[in-house]
């Protein structure tokens, strides 16, 4: 099988191959990634995070319905980065119970892997490629958690769509301050519960108290997911920012720095297998048992490492 | 002031300027931390970690005390990697309302800073090498959350306390998940509330699923830290895991692989540093222009940047 032959057409299967070679890093992983980059950059990408329990996954499956009904297809990508443990039960259950599975113009895919941060949004951001190059018009990644590497990896989509749900306590609403900056839209969902108010009036006033000067407002929504209520006005919400953002020309001006720091994260990589490779040998053991008994300090160790590795 | 030889015999003035100098990056902070390195290895790091509302910080001053009972200085460093907004705030409070601040044999510093991940912990680590030089017997490094980020800060600790609390509801419960792997102690703080027993329970029952084959096995503690109770406990079985560390040999072989990690760590940095100023140039940015347009991709990119600035 032309595995990018057969993703360039869209074939989930190919899809699927492309996805397993880029997840366990095998050899071809690159030269796929090489031959498909020059048809990418067409999906828009959408990054969902929020809280645990604040019903993400059922929004997301709404949200790609409703962009099913417009005539747009979808990819999703359900990360889960912080738990090793808990992410793979959590996200089998996200695959089976899906109905979407079932729908051709859907392709649905979870990650959840041991290993680096760096490593899982650099992952991340080659599936969105992947599924952008298959042809998805909406490439949606919805995080399980939310926490600082969620954040990093919710970073490389266009728009950032952060669900939030009235009355988790002060402890899950201490959360929000980190996620405040990062959100384009916000979900405020399970909007039939009691707060939902309070929790309302609180994000309008953190958003004023904003003070960076970008044009776009932040809009603040409410839906009841499982109901599929106020779904389409977030959807609607979502493309306004859309527009926003091509409109004023920040969508080129992001996606360019997005592709420099994907470029220096990849360059920061090469040269940390570089690195690996150049100083796995006893050297640097010995370097390393040097300072360990404090006859080095590792300022100094890192200088002659230097002196070695780079022109 | 010789703030180098102030901060060897401990003065708090000394100790307070390094680290500020070391925080904001200053010229001279790698000079102190050389001149320092020689004189740090010494002191036994704790590092205390759990969700918000476990009581971590309450925890960790009767710790203190009970150390400064047995004859042991402290040196205390609260982290807040996460939130930007709120950790100000929230450290502030640790800060004023603690009168540990008064006892000679207490050091306690706050950090709170925007800026990268791996420059928080790295940072982290180096004020616990000017406590360590400063002559405090025991460093405590306490995260306000939990989350990837201060995982990675626990990490540089010898023991790792992992503080939980009974009835945090099932989104808290599953965060835990994360964290079982990273406590060689466990505190079960406010014992005295319900549903104490189950997560006994659930937690000793994860712990018999470990499939690591260290020959500790982590001890479950309860403290009511409000109260003081179970701290000497719980002090006890730091020591224990301290006593188990020191005579397996494994106290050596994790500082050998943390030194090993933190010259790896430097190394990366300072490659990064060299590479932004060797790429920073317009030529760089041509080629982000020609990636960002398709024309490129950036696995070529990276190879032609890297073949430019290695040996």
């Known amino acids: 099988m032309d595995i990018v032959a057969e993703l ?16 366990n890093e095998y050899d071809e992983a690159t030269e796929i990634m090489q031959k498909i980059y020059p048809n990418t950059g067409k999906a828009y990408v959408i990054g969902i995070t929020g809280p645990p329990g604040a019903g993400k996954s059922t929004l997301t499956d709404k949200i790609t319905k409703e962009y099913r009904s417009r005539g747009k297809s979808v990819g999703i990508i359900a990360v889960d980065p912080s738990s090793p ?24 895919r979870s990650m959840a892997t041991r290993g680096s ?15 952008d190059a298959a042809g998805k018009d909406i490439v949606i990644i919805e995080t399980v958690g ?11 989509a266009d728009t950032t769509l952060v669900v939030l749900v009235p009355g988790l306590g002060d402890d899950i609403q201490a959360i929000k301050a980190g996620i405040l900056e990062i959100g384009d839209v ?3 969902n399970k909007a039939d519960r009691e707060g939902v108010e309070r929790l309302n009036l609180e994000m309008e006033m953190m958003l004023d ?34 527009t926003f953002l091509t409109q004023s020309g920040m969508l080129e001006k992001h996606r360019f720095e ?33 300072v360990n008994e404090r006859k080095n300090d590792p300022y100094s160790a890192v200088k002659s490492v230097l002196s070695e590795v780079l022109k």
Chains 1, 2 share one sequence.
């Open 8 to 23: 360039l057409n869209g074939s989930k299967l190919a899809i699927s191959r492309a996805i397993t070679t880029v997840e």
């Open 85 to 108: 443990f808990s992410g793979g039960a959590i996200l089998g259950d996200r695959i089976r119970m899906n109905e979407l599975t079932m729908d051709d113009g859907v392709f649905i």
């Open 117 to 131: 941060l760096g490593g899982m949004s650099r992952k991340t951001a080659e599936v969105v490629k992947i599924l």
């Open 146 to 156: 939310v926490g600082q590497s969620e954040v990093d990896i919710v970073k490389t």
């Open 186 to 188: 916000f979900a405020i």
């Open 209 to 242: 108290l904003d003070q960076s000067e970008t044009a776009w407002r932040p809009k603040i929504m409410r839906t009841v997911a499982s109901q599929n209520q106020g779904v389409v006005e977030l959807v609607d919400a979502i493309e306004d920012h859309s």
């Open 258 to 290: 997005r592709t420099r720091n994907e470029i220096l994260a990849m360059l920061d990589e090469a040269i940390k297998i570089y690195l690996m490779k150049k100083v796995a040998g006893s050297k640097f053991e010995s370097l390393t048992t040097e």
